[in-house]
């Protein structure tokens, strides 16, 4: 490539460093790659040695050539349970403590680009860290080099994650809705949008004071990099940069080049075990009419409540929708027992297998295969931003459920801004009547009136998400190459 020959590709070496949760490593790793490709830099990602080893069944069939490092972590030592490194599988009460003793890599992360230093005879280009590595700002100023952060989230929820954290504006207890620095007045936002701990937040918390200490220090980063693009999210962007007062580049989507180009995807790996073989959904997809299956799933680490599970079966049954539902045991039970029939309605099960209305898949599906198959017509997510992005990249619209961390400011840019979802509830404890969910499932499929608003939106923003890159990635690389010239200068100053 041209970019290689432009910037002494061989001797420059970035670090990468994810935060321990699936959703960030996977981003990391689709960027780690991009940069690897268009530079021929040599790649490094740092992370505990279960996640290490999860990125190595991510890229067991490609030819990926990032190198992974193992950092020690024994999270035992830190009161949590025996080989606990990422949050799935983490009851809520516990992430927090888990979040905290992700700042013991501080020592061994230095220590690495210490190492790197001492081999190459220079520090790395620099390091990229999560937004919630605040900490390494520091270690990498102290090894030489410029930290620049990275949010694997999209413009719109990263800015409002940040703002609320640092801003707390929701604590007058006499309006639920708010203004919220960083956004127009017209961007009223509501405390049902915020996660639990949020909302109880007050300054002195432990939630509080990890993310407050986090996010302040990862504004002190060199630039920011943003997992967006800049004609999906441009007016986003335009107030995140006002916000963070430093260079943003949006370097995403980063997304497989299958959904990018619509062709198979029968690649990519998960490194999951599907509870459904991907040629067994597509044999029941294939069997099915062009935009009619209602595609459902809350991710890799949420489920719902049992009462919200048996009302959206209900309402899902009498939808007479056909639809493909990843289930997991509800709220209270063990995330990684067997699923129960007595969580659905009696004899549920049989039901729809006997009408063949849809398929229930335990624990993960195969999402990539099921939403670029043309039958998929909807998808009810808890719009994390890599759901919301494969999604939308299908021109699929989405029904939002959000559960946690920004997925409720997501699921509202997708409402109000986008005009590709609707809602149909917030958060686990909420009411689910089934009646509701019949409502909204033939609103958003209806191919009349606002469905067909939906998703002729969705397909505009799908078009838009396909289209060759605008180069920011480059861009960010050579601003990078010239620090690294300023750096070699006598007097410089520039750390």
């Given at each position: ?135 390494a700002v520091d270690v990498a100023r102290s090894a030489g080099t410029v930290n620049v952060t990275f ?200 039901r729809i297998a006997t009408t063949e209305q849809g398929l229930l898949v335990k624990n993960w599906a ?52 986008m005009r590709v979802a609707v809602e149909l509830t917030r958060g686990v404890q909420t009411s689910v ?63």
């Amino acid at each position: 490539m041209e970019t290689k020959e432009k910037m002494g590709c061989d001797a420059e070496h970035i670090v990468m460093l994810p935060m321990l949760a699936h959703g960030h490593l996977i981003p990391f790793l689709a960027l780690a790659n991009q940069i690897q490709q268009t530079t021929g830099f040599t790649v490094t990602i740092a992370n505990t040695p279960l996640n290490v080893n999860y990125l190595r069944s991510t890229t067991a069939n490609s030819e990926s050539k990032i190198r992974l490092v193992e950092l020690p972590f024994c999270s035992s030592d830190h009161g949590l349970p025996p080989n606990t490194e990422n949050t799935e599988n983490l009851s809520l009460d516990r992430i927090i403590d888990f979040f905290d003793a992700t700042k013991s890599l501080k020592a061994p992360f230095y220590n690495l680009l210490v190492d790197i230093t001492r081999k190459q005879g220079k520090p790395p280009l620099c390091v990229i860290t999560d937004i919630f590595c605040g900490w390494a700002v520091d270690v990498a100023r102290s090894a030489g080099t410029v930290n620049v952060t990275f949010t694997t989230g999209g413009a719109y929820g990263t800015l409002a994650y940040m703002s609320l954290w640092l801003n707390l504006p929701h604590r007058n207890p006499d309006c639920d809705e708010f203004n919220l620095p960083g956004f127009p007045d017209r961007c009223r936002f509501h405390v049902t949008q915020l996660h639990r701990f949020l909302r109880l937040a007050d300054g002195t918390d432990s939630w509080s004071r990890f993310f407050q200490e986090q996010i302040s220090e990862s504004l002190q980063s060199y630039e920011m990099l943003c997992n967006t693009d800049e004609q999906v999210e441009s007016q986003a962007l335009e107030w995140l940069r006002k916000f963070v007062k430093i260079p943003v580049w949006s370097v995403g989507p980063l997304l497989p080049p299958s959904l990018l180009n619509k062709s198979n995807t029968s690649k990519q790996h998960s490194g999951k075990v599907p509870g459904l073989s991907a040629e067994k959904c597509l044999e029941w997809l294939d069997l099915q009419e062009p935009d009619t299956v209602l595609y459902i799933s809350f991710g890799s680490q949420n489920t719902i409540s049992a009462s919200q599970m048996m009302g959206l079966a209900v309402g899902l049954e009498e939808s007479k929708t056909p639809f493909i539902w990843v289930t997991r045991p509800p709220i209270g039970f063990d995330l990684k027992g067997g699923f129960r029939s007595e969580w659905l309605p009696e004899g549920y099960e049989e039901r729809i297998a006997t009408t063949e209305q849809g398929l229930l898949v335990k624990n993960w599906a195969p999402q990539l295969h099921i939403l670029s198959h043309q039958s998929t017509g909807a998808f009810l997510s808890h719009c994390g931003w890599n759901s919301v992005m494969e999604s939308l990249s299908q021109g699929v619209p989405i029904i939002g459920w959000p559960m946690a961390a920004e997925q409720g400011y997501n699921s509202k840019m997708l409402v109000e801004e986008m005009r590709v979802a609707v809602e149909l509830t917030r958060g686990v404890q909420t009411s689910v009547e089934g009646k509701d969910v019949k409502k909204v499932i033939e609103l958003v499929m209806d191919k009349r009136g606002k469905g067909r608003e939906m998703k002729e939106n969705a397909a505009k923003i799908g078009q838009q998400i396909r289209a060759p890159g605008s180069g920011s990635l480059n861009d960010f690389v050579t601003s990078l190459m010239n620090t690294r010239q300023q750096q070699s200068l006598p007097n410089s100053n520039h750390s």
